[in-house]
């Protein structure tokens, strides 16, 4: 018998994934606190409350009641007419529970309608700097990404006149996010009307990320599922993780037109069978329940968002917006004269802040670095100091 250890042969499709840099980061840092090293976490997006206790007895009582076997694929009524509801009410729009599926986070919903509606050598638009995964999805795929900037110039606004230049005939699919990580940038309403002006004849779907969407601190968040001329194009995602503080719970959810809903289900079928079902009674609780505790972490968001922003404006080298949503600082270093990555290398390992380059987030975030404020004030206010020490010793 061959001792000869065999190489294990991938798909090549696997070679097209990409990764989270903020996972990766996370990782580097803790190793450094292995060593004995103390790290201020301004990396991972995630809040940095409890979920609130109603919903957590929920979940508990769920437990107790059996909620604990297979659900349907879509989701359970009780949740799909809880969404259905919220979804309306916020967005002012009619929603029927056949138009939501349930699913466990909300990534499936990117990768599923990507996988439902995109073929090899389509386009699909999507936002950069934005979420890395969106890129990462649709090379997967086989289609090819075509991004749009979100110039810093334009409050980190959309530009309808660069996103219509850059639809052609083979553009399946665009992707959307506002609130937006990494800027906190939002999509205005006089943005939003143009593009759905310029949509109404291209045969274009809209995915619109919108999990930030309760996480606003000035203007308004406006869905383009709202307009009636793209409502039977659009496909909203949301969840519970970051307006609930359920990260660790997996559970989101998308609203699209119900025949794409019966696509999706039929994918979560052949997937991951259904979402967990004691987490959907939590959902129902979370979006029915007392939203104290939502409007509780947007104030003390708001708070740290001060904080945060004035601090890293003392800084020399740094210039930063104040975001308008989301919980992300994403400062302009470019006078500093250092690189993305060698600057957030730098503050990881010689000053202890742990925080991601703009480049983590698509090639237009070059000469940013972006910080989670999801951390205490205290801490926000420690890491400031170690910045500010670290530039002006360094640069």
């Known amino acids: 018998m061959s001792n000869q250890v065999r190489k294990l042969q991938l798909a090549e499709r696997m070679s097209r994934l990409g990764s989270e840099s903020a996972f990766e980061v996370l990782v580097r840092a803790r190793a450094l606190e292995a060593q004995g090293k103390e790290v201020i976490h301004l990396e991972i997006g995630e809040p940095d409350f409890p979920t609130a206790p109603n919903i957590v007895h929920a979940a508990k009582r769920a437990l107790d009641q059996g909620w604990t076997h297979y659900g349907p694929p879509a989701g359970f009524p009780e949740l799909r007419e809880a969404v259905a509801e919220d979804v309306g009410r916020r967005r002012g729009i009619s929603v029927d529970p056949a138009e939501v599926v349930i699913t466990p986070g909300a990534k499936p919903i990117m990768f599923y309608t990507i996988l439902a509606l995109v073929e090899p050598g389509d386009e699909v638009l999507y936002p950069d700097p934005g979420f890395p995964i969106y890129a990462s999805m649709i090379n997967f795929v086989g289609a090819r990404p075509v991004s749009y900037g979100l110039p810093e110039?334009?409050?980190?606004?959309?530009?309808?006149?660069?996103?219509?230049?850059?639809?052609?005939d083979r553009t399946r699919l665009m992707i959307t996010n506002s609130p937006?990580?990494?800027?906190?940038?939002?999509?205005?309403?006089?943005?939003?009307?143009?593009?759905?002006e310029a949509l109404e004849d291209r045969n274009?779907?809209?995915?619109?990320?919108?999990?930030?969407?309760?996480?606003?601190y000035d203007g308004e968040h406006v869905s383009p599922a709202s307009f009636p001329e793209l409502r039977d194009r659009a496909i909203i995602l949301d969840g519970f993780s970051k307006t609930y503080a359920m990260t660790g719970w997996r559970l989101g959810y998308g609203v699209m037109p119900p025949d794409l809903a019966r696509e999706i289900a039929l994918l979560m079928t052949n997937s991951n069978s259904c979402t967990a079902s004691f987490t959907q009674m939590a959902g129902v609780e979370a979006l029915r329940g007392d939203q104290s505790s939502v409007n509780a972490m947007l104030e003390r968001f708001r708070q740290r968002r001060e904080v945060i922003v004035e601090g890293l404006n003392r800084i020399p080298g740094f210039h930063c917006r104040e975001p308008q949503g989301a919980f992300y600082a994403y400062p302009n270093i470019r006078e500093t004269g250092k690189s993305s990555r060698e600057l957030a290398e730098a503050l990881l390992n010689e000053a202890g802040v742990a925080c991601l380059s703009g480049t983590a987030f698509g090639e237009q975030g070059e000469g940013y670095l972006r910080f989670s404020f999801a951390n205490s004030v205290e801490n926000i206010r420690k890491a400031l100091a170690r910045i500010d020490a670290w530039t002006k010793k360094n640069l």
């Open 180 to 196: 937006n990580n990494p800027t906190g940038g939002m999509i205005s309403r006089a943005e939003t009307e143009t593009l759905v």
């Open 204 to 216: 274009v779907m809209v995915l619109s990320d919108e999990i930030y969407s309760r996480l606003i």
């Open 153 to 168: 110039e334009r409050g980190f606004d959309i530009d309808v006149k660069e996103i219509i230049s850059k639809i052609s």
